[in-house]
């Protein structure tokens, strides 16, 4: 019985998002790799509420959060079209959460095929600032994790493509 409880959770890959263009580039590879391998796609935003934000009588302006649980979740489903195919797509499961990030998304892991995050930390760190290559949620997945975690670079750190000469 617990064979098949483990391998019905190897059956998914959970992908962190938090909305900006590295978390793309991650749901769009952990689509295709979720339908490549069959699974099912758990899709997690965390919001971290001890975060530094405007206070809660600012005016709203660019940046600040004025939506709630279910326009996160449609603004979520949305990216859904652009990450893969919808023919043959897999079960997808959408979660928006309160907490901290590493500890939602390494509480989703366990049983997971594997965790999926992005990233667009770059050696070129603003002065005065530590030159770390991954942020800290996913330096801090990579160390904890119980299940494989892959790392996808965001539009900034992506190598520019070079034509391939076929003789």
């Not at 939602?104 to 930390?121: F, I, N, S």
Request: proline residues 10%; charged residues 20%; hydrophobic residues 45%.
């Amino acid at each position: 019985m617990m064979a098949r409880a483990e391998n019905a959770g190897q059956r998914r890959i959970v992908v962190g998002v938090d909305g900006s263009a590295a978390a793309a580039a991650a749901l769009r590879w952990a689509a295709a790799e979720a339908q490549l391998r069959g699974m099912r796609l758990h899709v997690v935003h965390a919001r971290d509420q001890h975060a530094v934000a405007l206070a809660p009588y600012a005016p709203p302006g660019a940046g600040q959060d004025t939506v709630g649980y279910a326009a996160e979740g449609s603004a979520l489903k949305a990216l859904m079209p652009e990450a893969a195919d919808p023919d043959g797509w897999p079960a997808v499961q959408f979660e928006v959460v309160d907490g901290l990030p590493v500890r939602v998304l390494l509480e989703r892991a366990p049983g997971a095929a594997m965790l999926v995050l992005g990233t667009t930390r770059s050696a070129d760190a603003p002065v005065g600032q530590p030159k770390a290559p991954l942020g800290p949620v996913a330096r801090d997945c990579l160390r904890a994790s119980p299940c494989p975690v892959v790392i996808v670079a965001g539009p900034s750190l992506q190598p520019e493509a070079e034509p391939v000469c076929t003789g």
